[in-house]
């Protein structure tokens, strides 16, 4: 698995995943099982199995990756 980080809003609700391997956002299956564990809304994991969610790049910092970002919630650096 690669290296992930859950991104959360000040209360604590799930709105996007950071991936150190860009080839990440792409695995549908890999977001589900993140966003499951993570505790997200059944609301929030619907969207993502449907693929309603935004990939951004990491352009914040040297640590390069990219985002998959949930709702409206902008991405770090965005």
């Known amino acids: 698995m690669s290296s992930y980080t859950i991104i959360k809003d000040p209360k604590g ?7 150190k391997d860009s ?3 792409n695995d549908r299956k890999l977001i ?4 499951s564990k993570s505790g ?3 609301m929030v994991i619907e969207d993502a199995i449907a693929g309603c969610y ?3 790049t ?3 910092d040297p640590a390069g ?3 998959v970002m949930l709702g409206d919630m902008r991405a770090p650096g965005e």
């Open 13 to 19: 609700a799930v709105q996007g995943i950071w991936f």
């Open 40 to 42: 997200a809304s059944s």
């Open 54 to 56: 935004r990939i951004v």
């Open 58 to 60: 990491n352009t914040k």
């Open 65 to 67: 990756g990219c985002y």
């Open 32 to 35: 589900f099982m993140l966003l």
């Open 23 to 25: 080839a990440s956002v």
